[in-house]
């Protein structure tokens, strides 16, 4: 008799035909009797399906589902769980990579049988050249969080859980709990693990075992609303934390804050065009004026200002300095004083750039 199918890696993609070839082979050279792999491609109008149709031919343990139309990313998420056959299913990402022991590491942690799994992630720049992260989720050991400590895993895991790549969850638990009420999210993982009754038996496991490929998110252009708003109100939704609880993972109104409104201006992630939209409706008085000066305050000179701040104070994180260099509104003057104040980090900043 075949061996039981204990893990279901399962990915949604779109439009990842120039990626998704170098996120398969970090999987499939790793791959085991027990595991599949599950692929939901949400209708990619791009060379997905040539792509996926070759790896299919080389490799039994893909199972490839084509959409006729695009549902949505959490639904497209929940689709390839429904298709999975394993005991667990990873939610992988479609243009990350897994560490070449991932999956040894996985099965091995789900021998202790929690609900849920949580893999630590490196970042990378856009050409996965070099670090910018070496641990997305600060913890250095491995940690179990058990009944009465939802509150503890909320606030210490919720910012890293953002990215749904480090989730493994147990099949039948996902399939338990309501999904629909969060399609449209983005972050469907999110909304089901933390929904009343919030999921109570967890193993946090500390070493990165996912790639992920930063600035390269499908949702980019969409980057004020989504972590200005989306984030933020499924974040404060959830009945079973307190307020203080939900502070510490993003702000119920981040969009208030001029010193981010001005940094997402100097990154070019706010204009008038998200203030029209999203801020002018909100806001009235002082607030309205300040709000609508930052989205007309010139952009590269923004930029400059920032890199400059960043440099004399150096108080910038890797990502914060990447995301000021990669953006539109980067100048040369801006990268002059990047370089000078970190020149042994510039390239790295660069590299990904190409």
Sequence with gaps: ???PIKLSICLATYNRGKFIGETLDSILGQMRPNVELVVVDGASPDNTAEVMAKYALRYPQIRYHREPEN???????????????GEYCWLMTDDDLLQPHAIERVLVALEKTPELVVVNAEIR??????VLQSRRWPIA???????????AFFTEAGDYLSFIGGVIINRKCWLARDRASYYGT?????????????????????????????GNAMWTSRGFEIWMFKWPKLVWSFSDFSNEDKEKI??????????????????????????????SPRLSGISWLQALFISHFPAKLAN???????????????????????????????RAITKIARRHEYDLWMLGQR
Excluded at 71 to 85: P, Q
Excluded at 125 to 130: K, M, P, R, T, V
Excluded at 313 to 323: K, L, Q, S, V
Aim: proline share 3%; with cysteine; charged share 20%.
């Design 71 to 85: 549902s949505g990313v959490d639904k497209d998420y929940d689709k390839a769980v429904g298709h999975a056959r």
């Design 141 to 151: 050991e491995d940690r179990q969080y058990e009944a009465g400590d939802s509150a």
């Design 1 to 3: 008799m075949p061996e």
């Design 304 to 334: 400059i200002l920032y890199a400059g701040y960043f440099a004399t104070t150096n108080r910038a994180d890797h990502m914060a300095w990447y995301e000021l260099l990669r953006c539109s509104c980067a100048t040369g003057l801006s």
């Design 250 to 279: 993003c702000a119920l109104e981040p969009w208030r804050n001029l010193r981010r409104l001005l940094f997402l201006r100097a990154t070019g992630a706010y204009s008038f065009t998200e203030f029209h939209t999203h801020i």
């Design 186 to 214: 983005l972050f469907i993982h999110f909304g089901v693990i933390f929904q009343h009754e919030p999921i109570s038996k967890v193993y946090a496991i500390a070493e990165p075992l996912v790639v992920i490929r930063y």
């Design 125 to 130: 720049n856009a050409n996965l050249s070099g």
